[in-house]
């Protein structure tokens, strides 16, 4: 199961999962610019629904926030 990370809404660039392990979370951010979407927390272990989450948030541009 995969879904596509719509352009960065700031730049237009590419958008990037990445998981903070120290935070439990995982998030979606711009390469190019850092914006960043709502970080998603996750409980034990990371899970797909988790990763989908951060997904959504990011192209539905909920609580993107700017990089500077
Ligand atoms: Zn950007």
Redesign the pocket.
């Known amino acids: 199961m995969r879904k596509t990370l719509n ?9 990037r999962l990445a998981i903070i392990n120290s935070e439990k979370a995982v998030v979606v951010s ?6 960043m979407a709502r970080a998603i927390e996750y409980k034990d272990h990371l899970s797909t629904e988790d990763i989908l989450a951060a997904i959504d948030a990011w192209n539905d541009r909920i609580g993107i926030k700017e ?1 500077r």
Do not use: R
């Open positions: 352009p960065c809404p700031s730049c237009g660039g590419e958008g711009c390469h190019d610019c850092g914006v990089g």
